[in-house]
């Protein structure tokens, strides 16, 4: 039973070109949660997804930010035209129910240059 | 708003306890958790604790809830170098959605042979 995958494990991009994060929850577990951790900094809450619905975005920042979670395949993280100050670890978490813990991926390091 | 408070540091011997705090502010938390990161990984998740408890005991790991005072600790016995990570404490309150964990800033653990 693999855990929540993320990829890629580093991505790097140039200022303006756009970033795609993939996250595949755990097997059977349909609620998919999205978190930013800054430098020396704890995680920070972003979007909360489950197949085909937001359920709860207001951790996203308003502009270039967007999240999907498709009745097929990971959700996706995009973040369009990057700039140095997205430069961050972004980590994906699940959760059958939503209730207990949450399972978290490895995360993706992006690094805008 | 809501916050969550952890000292930065911790250093301990090898063999000995260690105790790492936590306070956060939300009244409404409902479950309260901990998670250990190693450099460059995930989160694991390593235990949590429904409000309406105050202890909660798992092999090693102690943790206690004192719900007035909103104050969370983890006690770790016989401390070991592959304990050495650092800890997150985060809780769900009741105003966000259910993934909209709030983390502290990590307390990060050195245990010393």
């Known amino acids: 039973n693999a855990g929540v995958m993320q990829n890629p494990r580093h991505l790097v991009r140039r200022r303006g070109q756009e970033a795609r994060l993939r996250c595949s929850p755990m097997?059977?577990?349909?609620?998919v949660y999205w978190y930013r951790q800054l430098p020396e900094e704890g995680l920070k809450f972003m979007v909360y997804?489950?197949?085909?619905?937001?359920?709860?975005e207001s951790g996203m920042p308003k502009e270039r930010f967007s999240a999907e979670f498709p009745k097929e395949g990971p959700s996706i993280l995009r973040i369009q035209q990057v700039v140095r100050g997205d430069s961050a670890a972004y980590f994906c978490?699940?959760?059958?129910?939503?209730?207990?813990?949450?399972?978290f991926g490895s995360g993706t390091r992006l690094t805008v240059v | 708003g809501e916050d969550v408070e952890q000292s930065l540091f911790l250093s301990v011997r090898e063999g000995d306890s260690s105790v790492i705090n936590c306070t956060y502010t939300d009244s409404s938390s409902t479950y309260l958790y901990w998670y250990k990161q190693e450099p460059g990984a995930g989160l694991q998740l390593l235990t949590y604790?429904?409000?309406?408890?105050d202890m909660k005991q798992d092999q090693r790991l102690t943790v206690l809830l004192n719900k007035k005072d909103k104050h969370l600790s983890l006690r770790i016995a016989d401390t070991q170098t592959g304990d050495s990570a650092i800890y997150f404490c985060a809780e769900r309150g009741l105003g966000g959605s259910q993934g909209n964990l709030i983390f502290g800033k990590g307390t990060k653990l050195s245990v010393k042979p």
């Open positions: 978490a699940s959760s059958p129910d939503g209730v207990g813990g949450y399972t």
């Open positions: 997804l489950q197949k085909e619905n937001i359920i709860d």
């Open positions: 097997k059977g577990h349909s609620h």
């Open positions: 604790i429904f409000s309406n408890m």
